[in-house]
């Protein structure tokens, strides 16, 4: 009998030759990753441990993005509080405002987040990284505080569901809409422990950006983490970036999974994750004259270049509704840059877009866009939950940027064919 | 450990969000935190709830952010257990890590209901229903869990480790 790519990774990284779900081991992690919200809990754990530098600088990552640029004094206060643990702790991968961007968005691009290798991050869209071939979960920040002291951590090794995506994609549908579409059929705890392999012809063809989205939302649906294997672009999309040598594994033909599940996406339109939950979807047609009040387009979902040329692409020669807010957060510097460079920055100004510096903002309900009482956004953000983005009362609904930026020009949830055509 | 208190009974799915709102995470003080706890999905919990009390839940309680506030905030506002058909495995990670106990049982969770008075036996893993006389039985940990539990939360079972 096989292994499954994550099998494979975790054994890899013990001293064991083979695991099997179930199992709990302890096994070397590549990277350790914090945000300014959950670091500040781990440097107290850690200064408990007893030890006094982090088990390797190098590999300890450390991305402000949450509540920075500061929003007021106690995340100021907060921020402080892990700047200075990076200084005293000479961290390399410590990124100040500047330099910092959304932490998935910034860490494939800076060549840290690589496949084969063990991330965990204490924040729960670390799964992004599957999207590269790497086992990367989210974690608490206890867990970051012992995986800094000593470079391992606990796991317990999960069955996988192999995800297969075979056809061509429809016109506007994205990654975003696929894993919107699988979180829609199989619910948020349809795969609670599970590692999610996406494979399939419509995955071969998907770009990095928007295979990241789709590994970025595993965690919605319960998984532990979101993997796809390996290849020609993943390796050149690392080609000029990654910073280690790296092994890239992928799953036995004879590998063993706890179920395998096929869809035929060229039966699968643009979606909407209706409030509360991101199992709440529907096809964009069945979903079309639901009001906004605001639509935000960015995060660690979908703040890549790919996803501001498409809103941009959506929003040129349009004009935002006079009745909604659109913002756009670009994940990073070097994907601001580059949307300055391409004209999109001037065609969302132009629209009438607000354009912020990379944070995860409204996101979360943080800043830079909170809701009131009774107010609707269209968002690519990755959660709808009750109160997240603002009032308790308020609601999101989850979509793609091409979905979100056609809701922004129409005043109401629209397929973007009815503005681009 | 025995634990006897009040049941706060919840649904499905009650994400880390409703358990502390992300516009208090500016803050990581515990107390601070409490003060919050569940706000946005039961606005009189903190004023109701009693030390030893018990929330019970139906299926993946602590879905979302891996937030630690989370856990954080509910073992600091006084409840000493979580019982819940399934947990979301961020939630699980990190209260086995910081020491606050939850038990996993289909039944209890559905049965159980708001305002019963409980009793639990962690170790024996039995939840006793004293209002209605019924004891349900949850599902064992794994030793390795255990162990951490033992210790009293992962950065005490690492001390340990670190210190030989």
């Known amino acids: 009998m096989g292994m499954t790519m994550v099998e494979k990774i975790i054994a890899a990284h013990t001293d064991e030759d083979r695991v099997r779900p179930g199992q709990i081991v302890n096994a070397r992690v590549d990277i350790v990753l914090g945000n300014d919200v959950t670091t500040p809990v781990a440097v107290k754990e850690f200064n408990k441990i007893g030890v006094n530098r982090v088990f390797d600088r190098e590999r300890v990552v450390i991305v402000p993005d949450h509540f920075t640029p500061n929003k007021d004094i106690s995340s100021a206060e907060q921020a402080l509080l892990v700047r200075k643990f990076a200084r005293e702790q000479e961290i390399t991968n410590y990124f100040e405002v500047g330099e910092m961007g959304i932490e998935h968005c910034l860490l494939p691009e800076k060549g840290l987040a690589l496949p084969g290798e063990i991330i965990v991050g204490a924040d729960s869209h670390t799964c992004t990284y599957g999207a590269l071939g790497a086992f990367a979960t989210g974690v608490g920040?206890?867990?970051?505080?012992?995986?800094?002291?000593?470079?391992?951590?606990?796991f317990r090794v999960p069955p996988t569901i192999k995800f297969i995506y075979s056809g061509r994609l429809n016109p506007w549908v994205s990654g975003k809409d696929l894993i919107l579409y699988t979180i829609g059929d199989i619910g948020v705890d349809g795969a609670l422990y599970r590692a999610m392999e996406f494979s399939g012809e419509a995955i071969s063809n998907l770009s990095m950006d928007g295979r990241m989205t789709m590994s970025n939302m595993a965690i919605e649906a319960g998984g532990k983490c979101g993997l796809i294997a390996c290849d020609e672009k993943t390796r050149e999309y690392l080609k000029d970036r990654a910073v280690r040598e790296y092994t890239a594994y992928e799953s036995d033909p004879d590998a063993e999974y706890e179920k395998i599940i096929e869809y035929d996406v060229s039966e699968i339109e643009p979606q909407v994750a209706f409030p509360h939950l991101p199992e709440n979807t529907r096809p964009v047609s069945q979903a079309s004259h639901v009001k906004i009040d605001q639509a935000v387009i960015g995060s660690c979902t979908n703040g890549r270049i790919e996803d501001l040329r498409i809103a941009a692409e959506v929003l040129k020669n349009n004009h935002v509704h006079p009745d909604v807010r659109c913002l756009v957060f670009p994940g990073t510097q070097a994907i601001y840059k580059q949307a300055i460079k391409e004209g999109?920055?001037?065609?969302?100004?132009?629209?009438?877009?607000?354009?912020?510096?990379?944070?995860?903002?409204?996101?979360?309900?943080?800043?830079?866009?909170?809701?009131?009482?009774?107010?609707?956004?269209?968002?690519?953000?990755?959660?709808?939950?009750?109160?997240?983005?603002?009032?308790?009362e308020s609601e999101v609904y989850l979509a793609s940027p091409a979905v979100a930026a056609a809701s922004a020009i129409k005043g109401y949830i629209t397929h973007p064919e009815e503005v681009v055509r | 450990m025995r634990f006897k208190g009040k049941v706060f009974k919840y649904g499905d799915n009650v994400d880390t969000d409703v358990i502390i709102p992300a516009r208090y995470l500016n803050s990581s003080d515990p107390e601070e935190l409490a003060t919050h706890c569940m706000e946005d999905l039961d606005s009189s919990f903190t004023e109701r709830v009693e030390k030893g009390d018990i929330i019970v839940a139906g299926k993946n309680f602590g879905s979302g952010s891996s937030r630690e506030h989370a856990p954080l905030a509910i073992k600091t506002a006084g409840i000493s257990c979580v019982i819940a058909e399934s947990f979301a495995r961020i939630f699980y990670r990190n209260a086995i890590n910081i020491g606050l106990p939850i038990l996993i049982s289909k039944e209890a969770a559905v049965n159980i209901e708001e305002g019963t008075c409980l009793e639990v036996d962690l170790e024996q893993g039995t939840i006793k229903d004293l209002d209605h006389n019924q004891t349900y039985t949850a599902e064992p940990f794994p030793e390795f869990m255990q162990e951490i539990i033992k210790a009293g939360g992962l950065i005490e079972k690492i001390k340990g480790e670190v210190g030989r």
């Open chain 1, 141 to 154: 920040s206890t867990d970051m505080a012992a995986a800094m002291a000593t470079g391992q951590l606990w």
């Open chain 1, 344 to 392: 999109l920055i001037d065609i969302f100004i132009d629209a009438g877009v607000a354009v912020s510096t990379p944070t995860c903002g409204p996101c979360l309900g943080g800043h830079m866009g909170i809701l009131a009482k009774g107010e609707r956004a269209i968002s690519t953000t990755n959660r709808n939950f009750v109160g997240r983005m603002g009032h308790p």
